[in-house]
């Protein structure tokens, strides 16, 4: 069986069992073999005729091993790296067996031993200590190339659980992770680490930095006393790199003893791009509203950020308050994903109408895996929906990886068949004890497939309708529902996704039209947009993505929404 993806062979699995021998081989041996078999029959010799080293292959991070950092927050992780390829444990219900198994499954009981022996080791230690030991004293790993692994895959880096036993100083906190933040050009911290020496002489050290050039780390000397803790301050400064959405400041502190490295700690930052994009004004060229129609109308933006800007305009459906402060019940009631505002416009493309929605959060989010987005359609006003656009990756409904390339899609199902595919599959599960013989597919449910517009790190998704295939109201019109939620959390009731909006599919019934579908604004500059003016009255819905953002657990605002009236 050969793997159809780059990488390393896995094991096989799957239901029941087979007497026919398998083995599991890597995309270019499959190939070669391929290429053979066209030639006539292959013959493979499993017995080695020499002894292959694979020095390079001790102490390396394997293909699969998760990179960081935290979706929702940036944070550090992973904090640690144990083995977890091709351990051997006990197999299952098989006796005195054994079996070879990759992954978390396998690294989480060896740092779960780890951390038993450390505190059998330091009793008295606390449990911070005991995982600062563990982090201290971790090996810093290294590519093929010799170059360190990523702190976002590596954390403090390989398990020592050797060098942790003899571990005599203690640095606490075990990590600096900022999470994300946004950085216009640079700033300054200053932070501070606690260094416990727990010999019996005394010790002078120096506090290095080794890491990225968009990092600096204030280098430091001081002594510490046996037996004593002493806390040691330094600067941190971080510097952007112009115009790049997202990067990471990032490396590890040395607490070096002359030449030796005594311990160390990752150090991780994600900064986001800044801009600064404003509205000045929004003038209508004409007298009154009454007489306004399809006269020209400029927006006057200005950027007054050294970074590149981006605006994504709209006529705006609604916006809502925010969700209340989960205070106590911040383990199960969610924040996140939480819709802001919603407005629309209607373009043109390849001899079609789309109707394109905006999705405006209050908080940005990392990565729009995280908050599912649905878009239902009433048109005969029941308050049931016959449609519903789902905004969702390419593996998030269940056959449609079978009819697009990765990426997010704006996807049209007929509501009620949809729902009917469900339960048909779910009557199959219990008919056949958990084993249907069909797999499900909601592929017969699809009406329509668009793109969707995500900006990563940001607070704003964009979905995209064909207006042809959309159900109206008898009186022409759309009857829809806006919907954002959040993966995992219980939901609090959110105003704006209460209500039903009607809109008008004719092009110039919108407030404004001909709206550009995406601007960028180059540092410090100055731009006028051209509109026209339709029936509407809506107001001006602008969302610069990458203004300054707010987190879920602050209680104001950011600076990504601008709600314009015009001056006529």
């Not at 080695?48 to 020095?55: A, D, F, G, I, Q």
């Not at 801009?275 to 129609?293: G, M």
Request: proline share 4%; aromatic share 8%.
């Amino acid at each position: 069986m050969a793997n159809n993806q780059p990488g390393d062979a896995f094991i096989m699995g799957g239901d029941g069992s087979a007497s026919i021998p398998g083995v599991m081989i890597d995309l270019d041996m499959g190939t070669t073999l391929k290429e053979a078999l066209k030639k006539g029959d292959v013959v493979m010799n499993f017995a080695s005729e020499k002894l292959v080293k694979t020095p390079e292959l001790i102490d390396r991070l394997t293909t699969f091993s998760s990179q960081g950092p935290r979706s929702e927050d940036g944070l550090l992780k992973p904090e640690i790296v144990g083995p977890g390829y091709q351990i051997i444990s006990a197999s299952m219900a098989t006796g005195d067996k054994g079996v070879a198994l990759n992954g978390t499954s396998m690294s989480a009981p060896h740092l779960a031993g780890v951390m038993a022996l450390l505190k059998q080791k330091y009793p008295s230690y606390t449990t911070a200590e005991h995982k600062a030991v563990l982090m201290n004293s971790a090996k810093i790993m290294t590519d093929e190339k010799g170059e360190n692994y990523s702190v976002t895959r590596q954390g403090a880096g390989l398990v020592d659980i050797a060098a942790a036993i003899k571990q005599e100083v203690v640095v606490t906190p075990s990590s600096l992770s900022f999470g994300e933040f946004q950085l216009e050009k640079s700033k300054t911290l200053k932070k501070t680490v606690t260094v416990k020496n727990g010999s019996d002489s005394e010790r002078t050290f120096v506090l290095n930095f080794l890491g990225g050039d968009n990092i600096q780390v204030e280098q430091q000397s001081f002594t510490v006393g046996p037996k004593e803790e002493k806390s040691v301050s330094f600067k941190v400064k971080l510097t952007a790199s112009l115009d790049r959405a997202l990067e990471f400041h990032e490396g590890f502190i040395l607490i070096n003893e002359g030449p030796n490295k005594i311990a160390s700690l990752p150090i991780l930052g994600v900064s986001k791009r800044l801009s600064r994009v404003a509205a000045k004004e929004l003038n209508v060229f004409a007298s009154h509203p009454e007489d306004s129609f399809d006269a020209l109308t400029e927006l006057m933006l200005s950027n007054e950020s050294q970074n590149a800007g981006e605006v994504e305009i709209f006529n705006l459906i609604g916006e809502d308050d925010r969700k209340p402060f989960p205070n106590g019940d911040a383990l199960i009631l969610s924040r996140s994903c939480d819709l802001q505002a919603a407005g629309y416009r209607i373009v043109g493309r390849d001899g079609k109408k789309l109707l394109q929605v905006g999705l405006k959060l209050f908080s940005a989010v990392s990565n729009w895996q995280a908050c599912e987005m649905s878009i239902l359609v009433d048109s005969d006003e029941d308050g049931e929906a016959d449609q519903e656009v789902g905004g969702m990756p390419h593996n998030y409904l269940s056959g449609l990886d079978q009819a697009v390339e990765p990426g997010f899609y704006s996807v049209l199902l007929d509501f009620p068949k949809a729902v009917s595919i469900r339960e048909t599959y779910d009557q199959s599960i219990i008919a056949t004890n958990g084993k249907p013989e069909v797999e499900l597919s909601y592929l017969p449910a699809i009406q329509d497939i668009q793109t969707m517009k995500t900006y990563a790190n940001s607070h704003l998704a964009v979905m995209e309708m064909d207006l042809s295939a959309l159900n109206r109201t008898k009186e022409g019109l759309l009857n829809l529902k806006f919907t954002v939620f959040s993966e995992g959390g219980v939901e609090y009731e959110d105003g704006l996704q209460s209500k039903w909006f009607k809109l008008s599919p004719q092009e110039e019934e919108q407030s404004y039209r001909q709206i550009p579908e995406s601007l960028k604004l180059s540092a410090n500059e100055d731009k006028t947009v051209e509109l026209f003016k339709g029936f509407g009255s809506e107001q001006l819905m602008i969302v610069a993505p990458f203004n300054y953002q707010i987190g879920n657990t602050r209680t104001g605002r950011g600076n990504g929404l601008i709600l314009m009236e015009p001056q006529f």
